[in-house]
């Protein structure tokens, strides 16, 4: 972690709840379910706002890389499979699958809008699940 970003982090006092190995766990987790994958929006530390809307996430760059970087990560548990103009989409709720890789893990989150909210820093206590 750099300087500047380590100088962000104390001068907004944040928490730290996670470090690389619990988020390689729970990368190495949340992914192991072939029919799942998950759609995530990330809050950087020092970006203003989260990234709009949910997408993929090259999951490497979790286990290996600037993990250390992740605010907050929100996990979308449907998956929508579109099915043509005139059915509607399918959706498979796998919220079951993700609680059960958090609490296996002891990953601290919380429930926001309906999303599994992944904590990698905060400045107060979230009110986890």
């Known amino acids: 972690m750099n300087e500047e970003t380590l100088k962000f982090i104390e ?38 706002e989260a990234m709009p809307g949910f997408s993929l996430l090259d999951w490497e760059w979790v286990r290996y890389g ?6 907050w990560m929100d996990i979308d548990p449907f998956k929508r ?5 005139l059915l ?7 919220s079951g699958f993700i ?15 309906g999303c599994y909210r992944v904590w990698g820093y905060a400045n107060q206590q979230p009110v986890f699940v």
């Open 81 to 85: 499979e579109r099915r043509g103009n």
């Open 11 to 48: 001068e907004r006092r944040l928490v730290s709840y996670m470090n690389k190995t619990k988020w390689r766990e729970f990368a190495n987790a949340i992914t192991s379910n072939s029919d799942f994958e998950p759609q995530v929006r990330l809050k950087y530390l020092r970006d203003l």
């Open 66 to 71: 600037q993990s250390n970087c992740i605010e």
């Open 88 to 94: 509607s989409d399918r959706i498979t709720d796998f």
């Open 99 to 113: 609680a059960t890789v958090l609490k296996k893990y002891n990953i601290p989150y919380s429930l926001e809008n």
